[in-house]
């Protein structure tokens, strides 16, 4: 157990709709990374939250947003959905206040199926 | 920019048999680099990681990888492979921006 959170697990949908993935950090962690993994495009890094601020963005839609919120949870919001989107969605954290690293911890990820 | 390339897209082996797993990165700066492994329906944990220092590390499971600067490689090794090795493996790298790029993914088949 990596201590990273996500919910929910799996979730399906049809095209043209609007979810959110939610991902709480490991205690103590202050940034939040979001990933894509997919069949086609293997894994590939969206977004970086550091204490509430974004950091750095990769190849995210513009139809995907995200926020870190006070509490250092974040979500992900994926509008518009495409069948395409269909993946599977990871959370990770890193950069604990007391000792700050590289390593990234990730989620068990949330499966997302576009209908 | 950076990129990770794992030439084998699945690596077949036997039980016992030792069993290395090819990385390649191309980077203009300094790089971190890691080894993930992801067990069916599962997220991925952290192997090893190369960070600074010593150029081989050893890891989690009884993997190791050797840092080798000149040839842009990070490889990663295990002497006798156990049928709970069998799952998908990513070599990523990360500058001081922290995100993480990913290779596509070797696919660790052991046979018994």
């Known amino acids: 157990d990596s201590g990273v959170t996500q919910t929910p697990k799996h979730l399906i949908t049809a095209t043209g709709q609007r979810v959110t993935l939610r991902c709480s950090p490991r205690?103590?962690?202050?940034?939040v990374y979001w990933y894509q993994q997919s069949l086609d495009q293997g894994l590939q890094f969206l977004i970086h939250?550091?204490?509430?601020?974004?950091?750095a963005k990769g190849n995210i839609l513009e139809r995907f947003s995200a926020q870190q919120f006070p509490d250092l949870h974040s979500e992900l919001n994926l509008s518009s959905l495409e069948l395409g989107d269909s993946a599977l969605y990871f959370c990770a954290s890193s950069i604990h206040r007391d000792n700050p690293s590289y390593e990234q911890y990730f989620g068990p990820g949330t499966r997302l199926t576009v209908t | 920019a950076q990129s990770v390339t794992q030439l084998d897209s699945q690596v077949p082996v036997f039980e016992e048999a030792p069993v290395e797993l090819r990385c390649n990165y191309s980077?203009?700066?300094?790089?971190?680099l890691f080894w993930y492994v992801q067990y069916p329906n599962q997220g991925l944990q952290l192997l090893l990681k190369y960070l600074s220092g010593s150029t081989l590390v050893k890891g989690i499971n009884g993997f190791e990888a050797e840092f080798n600067k000149s040839q842009t490689s990070f490889h990663l090794r295990k002497p006798s492979v156990h049928i709970s090795d069998t799952a998908e493996y990513f070599c990523?790298?990360?500058?001081?921006?922290?995100?993480?790029?990913f290779g596509s993914g070797t696919r660790l088949l052991v046979r018994p």
């Open positions: 939250y550091y204490n509430g601020e974004e950091r």
């Open positions: 205690s103590g962690d202050l940034s």
């Open positions: 990523a790298v990360s500058d001081s921006s922290y995100k993480l790029i």
């Open positions: 980077s203009s700066v300094s790089v971190y």
